[in-house]
């Protein structure tokens, strides 16, 4: 007991169940344990008066409606009569680092909302208690979200050192919400010790406060609170004054924190760390999360602005249906890469429905949308570029130009020529053909071009494809050690395959202090989620290069590097491009992974002084140190220091990787890891038994390397990284007229205020759009529709995300919640 505290302490008992869905089981499995968990609680609620159960994700309600309609019904008149909480708000407890800003904005709209359809009432209390660590943006998100109070239990106090007690969490801009790390754990596997660990809890009260939560329950296989626990805890009630259990909710606490003091400590920082290996075990599920979002963003902005510019069907119960299979697939144990095998084979039919689901709403808005936009006649056959993201982008459009039809050539004398392209004012653009492939009866020229399309908008181009003799002999690329641009002058070293010199043409200097892009081989004989591990840095071997390094691509547009390397039994293939106008070096790396028990990471070691980490997170960002402890990211990370007494640095952004440690003036990217399938400490390993491994086989990667003068923010990262994944989209069309010029469906400015999402809201009414100020700077946001003529403005605060409902007949823009409410 804790005798600093001079008056009795009341302990807010929360009974609770807590349930993975998936981990060690299958989702039919969790789908069963839910509705057994549930109805042993209703049991509870109907055979004691004093009994509450606390519960939360939406997902597992509606389950329950679906599977048991007469068991929902009970649990809606518990709900009722104040005697089942309703905690998360959320579609369920998902990994807390790896989603996207978005993702976190979908799971309080659908489990917020699903929560007042079928209840009537909301969640407040943010309820994530065994999800792997917290981004320190999360605060932002929460109270978006309609959430004011935040409890966990990961990291434990052994991970991270925390205020005891309740704390004030801050994130980024000064969004606050009252948050509590309990003692003890969510979990009461021991029926028969319930006395033991209220006293306990009374024990570990902070000093000097009256009050504690504490937790009860069987939990992650369901369960809950016994009723051998509820009669125990009865019987404890007459016998105790120093101590005062009380059946009690995480809202009941909070409340009774507020009546205390609103003079709490304040953090403000990620709540790091608990399981780092989670940032990068299994690669397939980080790879289908973060392109599934980003499919889903793309695909739901074009049908919205066909919904109002052209007036075609709303999309959004399909997009809403889509967006919580991924969703469901965030839950911690599952997009941490900790579950068992076959999990993951419904993960991954689930994210192929996803792609489906987006690729088919994407090209039906596009027809769409490209009927309205005139094409005139022009020499040569038209093709229609659109830019996806609500800014002007000059990037890189791939043309896929079928050489001619079927019909036409049937016998296949004929070969294509190099293509001329040209703008509708008859300007040649220049491009590139980087592959010719024989597919649907004909030879289909894939041409590269760099080209400037307007924000969320169209520009036309028109392609002659001429004959010419087809080559005698397939040509074979030279060996080459060095490619260049206007920019930069690159050098990779023909004994290792590694960059030798990054050279910046404009500042220059040397960007690297040593070899770079170095694939590292890291002994990880830690389990799936790397307990008690801070960072992975036993360098056990190097992947060399097996032969010269040759220039597959050398034209107009790029020039490119192909180096391939192995280690043992695994093999990696790097194409390394500089694009004409370009300031970022492009890798695309396939990876044949074979090994165990091993970890990949790409060494960048940069000439800097006095580094500092930038990292991208959801919504956000946060400075770290270079310590070299593995660390959670989104998209990008930036290392960033002074040269020569002036600012420099290098920001690395990929497409599907969300860990990286930086140590000093070295920068590593975590590209995958081979454990054993959901194998947890203490078990060890056995002769005779056949063990499965992650990441077997291959993958690809893709990143970006953008050397930079001045801080990070100059890089952009933000935009970098959306345009890797939401490439320009090129279609071919048939010449039409057309309302629309090449213009801006909707643009957001300045460059530091990212537009994400456009939709209609969730009865299909208003135009509504969000997104995130990026940098840390207030700014006046413009945004802009050529084709509506209609423009809106709205002061955006520092780190602030932001949700409007725009006004199509003009005036001010509403700001919203994530739930579309008027804030």
């Known amino acids: 007991?804790?005798?600093?505290?001079?008056?009795?302490?009341?302990?807010?008992?929360?009974?609770?169940?807590?349930?993975?869905?998936?981990?060690?089981?299958?989702?039919?499995?969790?789908?069963?344990?839910?509705?057994?968990?549930?109805?042993?609680?209703?049991?509870?609620?109907?055979?004691?008066?004093?009994?509450?159960?606390?519960?939360?994700?939406?997902?597992?309600?509606?389950?329950?409606?679906?599977?048991?309609?007469?068991?929902?019904?009970?649990?809606?008149?518990?709900?009722?009569?104040?005697?089942?909480?309703?905690?998360?708000?959320?579609?369920?407890?998902?990994?807390?680092?790896?989603?996207?800003?978005?993702?976190?904005?979908?799971?309080?709209?659908?489990?917020?909302?699903?929560?007042?359809?079928?209840?009537?009432?909301?969640?407040?209390?943010?309820?994530?208690?065994?999800?792997?660590?917290?981004?320190?943006?999360?605060?932002?998100?929460?109270?978006?979200?309609?959430?004011?109070?935040?409890?966990?239990?990961?990291?434990?106090?052994?991970?991270?050192?925390?205020?005891?007690?309740?704390?004030?969490?801050?994130?980024?801009?000064?969004?606050?919400?009252?948050?509590?790390?309990?003692?003890?754990?969510?979990?009461?596997?021991?029926?028969?010790?319930?006395?033991?660990?209220?006293?306990?809890?009374?024990?570990?009260?902070?000093?000097?406060?009256?009050?504690?939560?504490?937790?009860?329950?069987?939990?992650?296989?369901?369960?809950?609170?016994?009723?051998?626990?509820?009669?125990?805890?009865?019987?404890?009630?007459?016998?105790?004054?120093?101590?005062?259990?009380?059946?009690?909710?995480?809202?009941?606490?909070?409340?009774?924190?507020?009546?205390?003091?609103?003079?709490?400590?304040?953090?403000?920082?990620?709540?790091?760390?608990?399981?780092?290996?989670?940032?990068?075990?299994?690669?397939?599920?980080?790879?289908?999360?973060?392109?599934?979002?980003?499919?889903?963003?793309?695909?739901?902005?074009?049908?919205?602005?066909?919904?109002?510019?052209?007036?075609?069907?709303?999309?959004?119960?399909?997009?809403?249906?889509?967006?919580?299979?991924?969703?469901?697939?965030?839950?911690?144990?599952?997009?941490?890469?900790?579950?068992?095998?076959?999990?993951?084979?419904?993960?991954?039919?689930?994210?192929?429905?996803?792609?489906?689901?987006?690729?088919?709403?994407?090209?039906?808005?596009?027809?769409?949308?490209?009927?309205?936009?005139?094409?005139?006649?022009?020499?040569?056959?038209?093709?229609?570029?659109?830019?996806?993201?609500?800014?002007?982008?000059?990037?890189?459009?791939?043309?896929?130009?079928?050489?001619?039809?079927?019909?036409?050539?049937?016998?296949?004398?004929?070969?294509?020529a190099a293509p001329t392209l040209r703008d509708q004012d008859g300007h040649e653009i220049p491009c590139q053909v980087t592959d010719i492939e024989f597919d649907y009866y004909t030879y289909v020229v894939h041409v590269d071009t760099r080209v400037t399309v307007p924000a969320l908008g169209s520009r036309v181009l028109y392609v002659s494809l001429p004959d010419t003799n087809p080559p005698e002999s397939a040509p074979q690329p030279p060996q080459a050690q060095e490619i260049a641009n206007e920019y930069y002058r690159l050098r990779v070293d023909p004994a290792t395959g590694w960059i030798s010199s990054l050279w910046d043409i404009e500042q220059q200097r040397e960007v690297l202090s040593g070899p770079a892009n170095v694939p590292l081989v890291i002994d990880d004989p830690s389990d799936t989620w790397s307990h008690n591990i801070a960072s992975f840095r036993d360098v056990i071997g190097q992947f060399r290069a097996t032969g010269p390094a040759v220039l597959v691509q050398d034209g107009p547009v790029k020039r490119t590097l192909r180096v391939q390397s192995a280690w043992q039994s695994s093999t990696i293939v790097q194409d390394i491009t500089l694009y004409s106008g370009s300031r970022a070096v492009e890798v695309n790396m396939l990876v044949d992974w074979h090994e165990q028990h091993k970890m990949l990471k790409l060494a960048f070691p940069l000439a800097l002084d006095a580094p500092q980490v930038t990292a991208s997170a959801p919504y956000g960002w946060i400075k770290r140190q270079p310590n070299g402890e593995e660390e959670p990211c989104q998209a990008w990370v930036d290392l960033s220091g002074q040269v020569e007494g002036s600012s420099y640095g290098l920001t690395l952004v990929n497409d599907s990787k969300y860990g990286y440690d930086a140590l000093d003036n070295e920068l590593r990217l975590s590209v995958l890891r081979s454990p054993i399938y959901a194998f947890h400490d203490p078990r060890k390993t056995k002769p005779g038994v056949t063990y499965h491994y992650t990441d077997q086989g291959q993958q690809t990667v893709r990143y970006l390397l953008v050397p930079h003068a001045g801080g990070w923010e100059s890089a952009r990262p933000d935009r970098y990284s959306y345009e890797l994944l939401e490439p320009l989209i090129a279609r071919q069309v048939a010449p039409h007229s057309g309302p629309w010029a090449e213009q801006s469906l909707l643009r957001a400015e300045p460059g530091h205020v990212a537009l994400t999402a456009v939709k209609l809201d969730e009865e299909g009414r208003r135009l509504l759009v969000r997104g995130y100020e990026t940098v840390g700077q207030a700014a006046r946001l413009t945004l802009t529709s050529d084709v509506l003529g209609r423009r809106w403005t709205y002061d955006v605060a520092p780190h602030q995300i932001w949700t409007l409902a725009l006004p199509l007949e003009g005036g001010a823009p509403t700001p919203l919640n994530f739930l579309e409410e008027e804030l």
């Open 1 to 416: 007991m804790n005798t600093a505290n001079a008056s009795p302490v009341t302990v807010h008992l929360v009974g609770n169940a807590h349930i993975d869905p998936v981990w060690l089981w299958t989702v039919d499995e969790g789908r069963a344990e839910v509705l057994s968990t549930y109805r042993t609680a209703i049991g509870l609620i109907r055979d004691f008066d004093g009994y509450v159960f606390t519960s939360g994700g939406a997902a597992t309600y509606n389950w329950v409606a679906e599977d048991d309609p007469a068991l929902f019904e009970a649990i809606q008149q518990a709900i009722a009569a104040g005697k089942w909480a309703l905690v998360n708000g959320w579609w369920l407890q998902p990994d807390c680092n790896i989603p996207s800003g978005e993702s976190f904005a979908r799971h309080a709209l659908y489990g917020q909302r699903f929560l007042m359809q079928h209840f009537g009432r909301r969640a407040h209390v943010g309820y994530n208690v065994d999800s792997f660590g917290h981004a320190g943006t999360l605060p932002q998100l929460l109270k978006l979200g309609g959430l004011d109070y935040y409890v966990f239990f990961r990291p434990g106090p052994h991970e991270k050192d925390l205020p005891d007690g309740p704390f004030w969490w801050e994130a980024p801009g000064g969004t606050r919400v009252l948050t509590c790390r309990p003692p003890l754990h969510y979990g009461s596997p021991d029926d028969d010790k319930i006395v033991q660990r209220i006293e306990a809890a009374a024990a570990d009260a902070p000093q000097g406060l009256p009050i504690v939560m504490c937790f009860y329950g069987v939990g992650n296989h369901g369960g809950g609170p016994t009723r051998r626990n509820v009669q125990a805890i009865i019987e404890y009630q007459q016998q105790q004054d120093a101590v005062r259990p009380l059946f009690s909710t995480p809202d009941n606490y909070f409340h009774a924190v507020e009546g205390l003091s609103d003079n709490w400590p304040v953090v403000h920082d990620d709540l790091q760390h608990h399981a780092r290996g989670c940032y990068t075990a299994f690669s397939q599920i980080k790879r289908d999360n973060r392109y599934g979002e980003h499919a889903l963003m793309q695909a739901e902005r074009l049908s919205t602005l066909a919904s109002v510019l052209c007036q075609t069907p709303a999309t959004g119960e399909e997009i809403r249906e889509a967006w919580q299979l991924v969703l469901f697939n965030q839950f911690h144990d599952i997009l941490a890469g900790t579950s068992i095998r076959d999990a993951y084979v419904q993960t991954s039919n689930e994210a192929e429905q996803v792609y489906e689901t987006a690729g088919r709403i994407r090209e039906a808005a596009l027809q769409q949308l490209t009927a309205n936009v005139d094409v005139p006649e022009r020499e040569g056959r038209p093709v229609i570029v659109w830019n996806p993201l609500g800014w002007d982008r000059t990037d890189i459009a791939h043309l896929a130009l079928p050489f001619s039809d079927w019909r036409q050539d049937f016998g296949g004398t004929r070969f294509p």
